[in-house]
């Protein structure tokens, strides 16, 4: 049974910076890339970045400039380094793996940019 674990999110004041975590468990016979997806209230969930086996990454226009996506193959871990933070990053931030014809996700972790 495969399973996302997320973590690093929190509150976090205007200008801050958050590092997110997951950490997948569990036998997954591909990997095609791994990312992260968020959801406001009352929004759809919306691409953040996400980064491919061979290291291309894309990243949302909303976050360009500002967050930055990395993984590490051997330990099937990727991580999403959140810098300058507005409020309109408040979201809940899922973790998420395309093997293929199966997508894994994480629980979500929330995070939350206020003064």
């Known amino acids: 049974q495969v399973q996302l674990v997320e973590s690093g999110g929190g509150l976090v004041q205007p200008g801050g910076s958050l590092r997110l975590s997951c950490a997948a468990s569990g036998s997954i016979f591909r990997i095609y890339a791994m990312g992260w997806y968020r959801q406001a209230p009352g929004e759809q969930r919306e691409l953040v970045a996400l980064i491919s086996i061979d290291g291309t990454t894309n990243i949302g226009d909303s976050v360009k400039g500002r967050f930055t996506i990395s993984r590490d193959n051997g330990k099937n871990m990727v991580y999403l380094q959140m810098n300058s933070l507005k409020p309109e990053d408040t979201a809940v931030y899922y973790c998420?793996?395309?093997?293929?014809?199966?997508?894994?996700w994480g629980q979500g972790t929330q995070v939350t940019v206020s003064s």
């Open positions: 998420n793996i395309n093997g293929g014809r199966t997508q894994y």
